[in-house]
């Protein structure tokens, strides 16, 4: 092959090279083969294509860029300041340090202009995917002739350990079936993972792969050829009914006369010698952290971004002349403000449930409380893992994302971890309000996409059904017995578990108005009654954790979440009978709960009462509010298959159970 790379964009391209490998040696850690194996292709790429706008990395209709094999992270901190962004070089020689804009791996909120956290590897393939579905689904509600005014394409980078992740295979065949056409994905076809050459365990035929899921694949291209990378990223945006892989051959660490080609480059500084002997290879003779004008001239996108912002700027003014309701809805939309008649709405929407006053499961609960929500709330883009039956997460108002147009809602298939990537690709994006659906137990699928949605604290939403052995016959592999109290493990994490409708209807509000991370609503499968209660109980929902029932000169306080709120207001009747008088606290979140003033959370659980918690999962979470000295009524192993109530029976998690714990303590 014939390298045609022009000898400026050779220049570009070994800038990035001396970046990386220099603030890899600075910091003496780091990635720079990657970062040098992939340099003529973000040339072609941030230097031919990438619509962005350095001055403002926000601007809604830029293009979407993910690294998804996040270790080369300096690959994007050397483009984010090449190309003019606010990523001063002080940053980039800060590489890896503490409160540095340029953590190990991209995170989101760190630098302008990163647009998803990366590094776990596969993820960020699935985020490109709900970013690209984001896209179709604003186009599709918001274009007009004439006015394109959601008009980008996604692009990402991924490696081979991208694409030996099982995620890749969950969220390419979907977007291979929905046709993402706007998303392009650059595929590293180095040949190297960190244990060595991949024949041993990677020897996929990914061009067929990515064609049997109905992609345009273009093979073989030679990655260290701007040209050819150039006229395949341009044969890509062409191809407009299915997503795009460019599989581009390059030599991981291009440059080091020592280290191409071969894993030690992948994952450590190449040494100062080395570093010295591939500045001399390249003909780089700059020294560490400086880039000559002509190249800085080069990169600077500031002028480009500005009028492509600008001239998207003048096509919305046009817009909102012609079509003012849109483009009001518009700005909202993408400024992420709730509508201005939510509060009112949602009020409503809660005195008309607790007028109701229903006994049903919370997953119904819950599916009434998305068709109410949703009739105010546009935005709101639902889905679940092939259980949308099951979950309830269907509407009156839900329409299905095909292969072509719009939509609000995603049968994501049998691919939990995936959605759940997908869901914060679609919250990343902005203009849509995203939730995910599956049953309880297979959270698990899912869990480092949650983990991430709570390190990037993005309004994501999980439903999570089927939550306890009150599932029933299915038996212990679908019986979450651990999975609530994991799930509250993670920082960030909301997790509300309610106990009926009421309750069901404020959790979904709350999701949905949380600005700064992501929730779990944890729902039943089976009816649960529903909870009388006055309006200052009713008013403290929102709070996490309240007084659900009360009495006076109470002995003891049973804090119970969800399913087990009945058991605990059973038991307060019967220990009443026997002169006990007792307070019931309903927890629904005990995050929220956490976060409020001191004076609230005493008032609601007052020292020097002893305490007893019921939940139908692990009982170790509840020693933080129980005490060593208090009870849990939970379930410390797998669960059996059998009816719901036969199982609370035979493990004990009932009303004489509370009852004897309460007696036990006072
Ligand atoms: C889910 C996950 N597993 C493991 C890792 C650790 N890890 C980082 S890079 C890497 C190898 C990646 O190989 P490739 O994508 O080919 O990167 P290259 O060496 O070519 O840059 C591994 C195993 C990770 N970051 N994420
Ligand atoms: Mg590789």
């Not at 609503?521 to 009360?550: E, K």
């Not at 208090?630 to 493990?651: I, M, N, Q």
């Amino acid at each position: 092959m014939t390298d045609t790379t022009s000898s400026i964009e050779r220049d570009m391209a070994n800038a990035i090279r001396a970046l990386a490998m220099d603030a890899v040696q600075k910091a003496n850690s780091g990635h720079p083969g990657m970062p040098m194996g992939m340099a003529e292709i973000a040339v072609a790429l941030w230097g031919r294509h990438l619509r962005h706008n350095p001055a403002n990395a926000a601007w809604p209709n830029r293009d979407r860029f993910v690294l998804s094999n996040g270790h080369g992270s300096m690959l994007l901190y050397a483009l984010l300041h090449l190309t003019g962004h606010d990523l001063p070089m002080e940053e980039l020689k800060r590489f890896r340090q503490l409160h540095s804009k340029t953590p190990g791996h991209p995170e989101y909120g760190c630098a302008p202009g990163v647009e998803t956290t990366t590094g776990p590897l596969g993820q960020g393939l699935s985020n490109a995917v709900g970013m690209a579905i984001a896209e179709r689904i604003l186009a599709a509600e918001f274009n007009r002739p004439g006015f394109p005014v959601i008009d980008h394409f996604t692009y990402a980078f991924a490696g081979d350990g991208c694409l030996m992740e099982g995620i890749s295979h969950e969220a390419c065949s979907l977007a291979g079936t929905l046709g993402l056409g706007k998303l392009i994905v650059l595929y590293d076809d180095n040949g190297i993972s960190i244990d060595g050459h991949v024949e041993g365990w990677f020897t996929d035929d990914t061009p067929a792969r990515f064609a049997a899921y109905g992609w345009d694949v273009i093979p073989n291209i030679d990655g260290h050829d701007v040209e050819a990378v150039d006229a395949a990223i341009r044969a890509a945006q062409g191809v407009t009914d299915r997503p795009s892989l460019l599989c581009c051959k390059t030599v991981i660490g291009k440059g080091s006369p020592n280290k191409a080609g071969s894993h030690e480059a992948h994952g450590a500084p190449l040494g100062e010698a080395e570093v010295a002997a591939t500045r001399a290879a390249l003909g780089w003779h700059y020294p560490p952290f400086e880039i000559p004008a002509h190249v800085y001239r080069a990169w600077d996108a500031r002028a480009r971004g500005a009028a492509l912002e600008r001239a998207w700027r003048e096509t919305v003014d046009g817009y909102a002349r012609a079509h003012p309701a849109l483009a009001a809805e518009l700005e909202r939309r993408l400024a992420g403000r709730l509508p201005a008649n939510w509060d009112a709405a949602t009020r409503a929407l809660v005195g008309q449930t607790a007028a109701k006053g229903e006994t049903i499961a919370t997953r119904k609960a819950s599916q009434n409380a998305i068709e109410g929500l949703a009739k105010v709330l546009p935005e709101l883009v639902g889905g679940s893992a092939d259980l949308a039956g099951s979950n309830l997460t269907l509407w009156s108002g839900a329409r299905p994302i095909g292969r072509t147009g719009g939509g609000n809602y995603l049968h994501y298939g049998v691919r939990e971890f995936a959605m759940a990537g997908i869901v914060n690709g679609l919250a990343l994006h902005g203009g849509v309000v995203p939730f995910g659906a599956t049953f309880l137990v297979f959270a698990d699928y899912a869990r480092n996409a949650l983990r991430l949605s709570a390190l990037m604290r993005i309004r994501a939403i999980e439903v999570f059904t089927h939550d306890s052995i009150g599932l029933g016959e299915d038996g212990p592999t679908h019986q979450s017995v651990e999975q609530i109290a994991s799930l509250r493990l993670i920082p960030h994490m909301d997790v509300w578990r309610p106990a009926d409708t009421v309750e069901t209807m404020v959790a979904w509000i709350a999701a949905v108005e949380r600005g700064d991370g992501p929730t779990s609503l944890v729902l039943t499968r089976q009816n649960v009654p529903f909870q009388p209660r006055d309006a200052a109980a009713l008013a403290a929902i929102r709070r996490g954790g309240y007084v659900l029932a009360d009495a006076s000169g109470a002995r003891a306080v049973v804090i119970a979440t969800g399913s087990e709120v009945a058991l605990a207001i059973g038991a307060k009747a019967q220990l009443a009978a026997d002169g006990i008088p007792i307070r019931v606290v309903s927890m629904p979140c005990a995050e929220v709960f956490d976060r409020q003033d001191a004076a609230y959370r005493e008032a609601v659980l007052p020292q020097g009462l002893p305490r007893v918690a019921v939940e139908a999962g692990v009982t170790d979470y509840w020693r933080k509010y129980v005490g060593l000295d208090g009870a849990v009524v939970g379930l410390d192993r797998f669960g059996e298959s059998a009816p719901g109530p036969e199982l609370f029976k035979h493990f004990g998690i009932t009303v004489e159970a509370v009852t004897a714990a309460v007696k036990r303590l006072v």
